[in-house]
């Protein structure tokens, strides 16, 4: 029975302790059937070193001046040659070694798409919860009316399908290549487990108000300006208090 190839694409800069943790993160997964690509912006921070001696699982890295993260990750979805995509970025972490083959073994034929829940981690390691924002139990673009409702780290993609991202955004491009990612997509598969483990502090927590404008302009590109605003007022008005995130029996 054929197993897909993997490509798990890492994007970094000047993150070389982060980009460590995360390679030896990815080292764990209990998959053959993966690759590991690196896109480096041209760091100097022992980046470049790192990844000359790191070998396994690294099947391919590179180190040079680019356009921002979106351009990077272009990059790597250029290099690519596995069935399926999945971004984890340095910092950020696959949370069972044992997903791939848990998603992937056992079956003959697969979905375009599958994804699951997103554990958030602060910087110091400390586990928080899982996302606030609740997961839909049947996944579809639609759902993006309330928001990024599946975390970026916690989809993986058919390469068949993905589209590039549109360095045009600078911090939410992310946001419409999961949403067309599912508009293009004919099968959608819950996993029902948690995939990754995402480190708060990314640019888009960096550069909060810009990240959010992106996203609206996003969401009235496929919703229509009524329907955004309307999905906005209704955030702002019902969005529950207390905690950023859910207990992890929830």
């Known amino acids: ?32 059937e993966m690759e590991v690509i690196v896109i480096d912006g041209g760091s100097s921070d022992g980046t ?7 070998g396994r699982p690294v099947s391919y890295w590179s180190s ?31 949370h069972d070694p044992e997903v791939l083959k848990k998603i992937f073994y056992g079956k003959r034929s697969f979905a375009d798409i599958y994804y699951g829940e997103t554990l958030i981690r602060s910087v110091d390691g400390e586990i928080l919860g899982l996302r606030k924002k609740k997961l839909p139990r049947n996944l579809q673009w639609t759902d993006f009316i309330n928001g990024m ?16 991202y549109d360095t045009v955004y600078r ?29 708060e502090g990314g640019t888009s927590t960096k550069y909060k108000k ?29 969005s529950p208090q207390g905690s950023k995130y859910r207990p992890l029996n929830k």
């Open 48 to 54: 470049k070193e790192l990844l000359a001696g790191y």
């Open 149 to 164: 409702v599946v975390c970026h780290q916690s989809i993986i993609v058919r390469r068949d399908i993905a589209p590039e």
């Open 171 to 199: 911090y939410a491009s992310d946001v419409e290549w999961v949403l067309l990612s599912l508009k293009k997509a004919k099968s959608i598969e819950n996993t029902g487990m948690i995939l990754s483990e995402f480190t």
């Open 210 to 238: 810009e990240s959010l404008r992106e996203r609206f302009r996003i969401m009235t590109k496929h919703f229509g300006i009524i329907p955004t605003l309307f999905a906005h007022a209704k955030f702002v008005i019902c």
């Open 1 to 32: 029975m054929n197993h897909p190839t993997v490509s798990v694409i890492t994007v970094t800069y000047n993150a070389v302790d982060e980009l460590k943790a995360t390679l030896d993160n990815l080292s764990s997964i209990d998959y053959p």
């Open 64 to 94: 040079e001046r680019d356009n921002g993260i979106y351009d990077a990750m272009n990059k790597g979805l250029l290099a690519a040659e596995g069935e399926f995509i999945w971004f984890i970025n340095a910092g950020d972490f696959v």
